[in-house]
Each structure stands twice: as structure tokens, then as C-alpha cells.
Antibody, heavy 117, light 111 residues
């Protein structure tokens, strides 16, 4: 059974750095063709892809956020970390991590992050 | 502004057929497979369709996908109340080095 779970702060102040962790089980990030990505949904808005990392360390980022995002993986611990610097209230959203193969085929329940002073 | 354009809403009565369109360009839908996600409020999005018309295990065959050129469609036959959700199309995009784009989303209401 594949499971993913996001964790991180629920409240972050503007200009701070947000660190989110995705802990997963049921698959390995050392398997060819497998990746883990991050997607967010601001309140009342559409899903937005942020970044993903593949088994071979290939990293991709949303161009609009690339300068603020870093994605890393720890294959031995089955986790992926997304770091977002200089957060703003517009970054308030539910953040999801998901397994990536041909598509994002398994998702975590999401974690709600509010950016406010 | 999403790269993939969907109608904001669609509706139907139980048993009806509803179709959702997704319009893109040559750099995304025109070059790559389309995926569809179903998102119920307060839950995790669910992969509904991948590679244009392939259903993951467990997805009812009431759901079907198609693609032609730079547009794709998701059809729901025999609409049921539990199908009331937000639906998103998505695809890879060549325009900026491995970008993944979601559509603007379509809210399906069962009236």
C-alpha cells in the first residue's frame, strides 16, 4: 500500500522560510522512473505544480517559483523535503506531495499552510 | 492564468453524460499525454485518467478520456451524486524545461 504524508508548520510569517517534509511508504525513490512532487492549492484556486524530483536526482521547478524553491530527497529515509524561501501571504495554501510516474498517481492528504504576521 | 483552459463549471442530472473540455497548445497537450484528476473538497486529489485515456485500477468505466490535437476531454457517463467534484486536466509542457501544468479546473455539479 502506497502512502504519503506531508508535515510542516501551519503558520509562517512573511519573509520566513517554509520547510515541508513528505514521508512516504510503499515505494522507493531509488526505483527507475519514480519521482515525488509537490503541488499546492491556494484557497478557492486551482492546483499548481511546484516541483518534483526523480530517482536519478533530476529536479524540476515551476519557473515562477524556481528562485525560491529547493527540493531534496533522502532515499534511505523515504522522504522528500521542499524548501520555500521568502514566503508571502499569497503562498497560503494546502500543500500536497504525490508520487510521480506517468502522472501523480498517489497523493498525501495535504497540509494547510498560512502565511501571516 | 492556467496554461490549460477548462470551463469553470458543468452540470447534469443523475444518469446523464457530462463532458469536460481541456484546451492547450502544441507544447503541452499537442505533444504529451493528458492526465485527469478528481478533487473532492477536503480530500486528496485522485488520479482519474492518465496517458489520455487510461483508467487507473479502481476507476469506474463510466469515466473516459480522449484527445485530439491540442484539446482533450473527460466524459462521465451515468452521472452519480458522488461524481460531484472539481476536475483538473494536466500535462507536461515543453516550453520551459519539464514543466507540469494543471488546468483551471471544472466544478461538476449533480443537480
Amino acid at each position: 500500500q502506497i502512502t504519503l504524508k506531508e508535515s510542516g508548520p501551519t503558520l509562517v510569517k512573511p519573509t520566513q522560510t517554509l520547510t515541508l517534509t513528505c514521508t512516504f511508504s510503499g515505494f522507493s525513490l531509488s526505483t527507475s522512473g519514480v519521482g515525488v512532487g509537490w503541488i499546492r492549492q491556494p484557497p478557492g484556486k486551482a492546483l499548481e505544480w511546484l516541483a518534483h524530483i526523480y530517482w536519478d536526482d533530476d529536479e524540476r521547478y515551476s519557473p515562477s517559483l524556481k528562485s525560491r524553491l529547493t527540493i531534496t530527497k533522502d532515499t534511505s529515509k523515504n522522504l522528500v523535503v521542499l524548501t520555500m524561501t521568502n514566503v508571502d501571504p499569497v503562498d497560503t495554501a494546502t500543500y500536497y506531495c504525490a508520487r510521480l510516474r506517468l502522472a501523480f498517481d498517489s497523493w498525501g492528504p495535504g497540509t494547510r499552510v498560512t502565511v501571516s504576521s | 492564468q492556467s496554461v490549460l483552459t477548462q470551463p469553470p463549471s458543468a452540470s447534469g442530472t443523475p444518469g446523464q453524460r457530462v463532458t469536460i473540455s481541456c484546451s492547450g497548445s502544441s507544447s503541452n497537450i499537442g505533444s504529451h499525454p493528458v492526465n485527469w484528476y478528481q478533487h473532492l473538497p477536503g480530500t486528496a486529489p485522485k488520479l482519474l485518467m492518465y496517458s489520455d485515456d487510461q483508467r487507473p485500477s479502481g476507476v469506474p468505466d463510466r469515466f473516459s478520456g480522449s484527445k485530439s490535437g491540442t484539446s482533450a476531454s473527460l466524459a462521465i457517463s451515468g452521472l452519480q451524486s458522488e461524481d460531484e467534484a472539481e476536475y483538473y486536466c494536466a500535462a507536461w509542457d515543453d516550453s520551459l524545461n519539464g514543466l507540469y501544468v494543471f488546468g483551471s479546473g471544472t466544478k461538476v455539479t449533480v443537480v
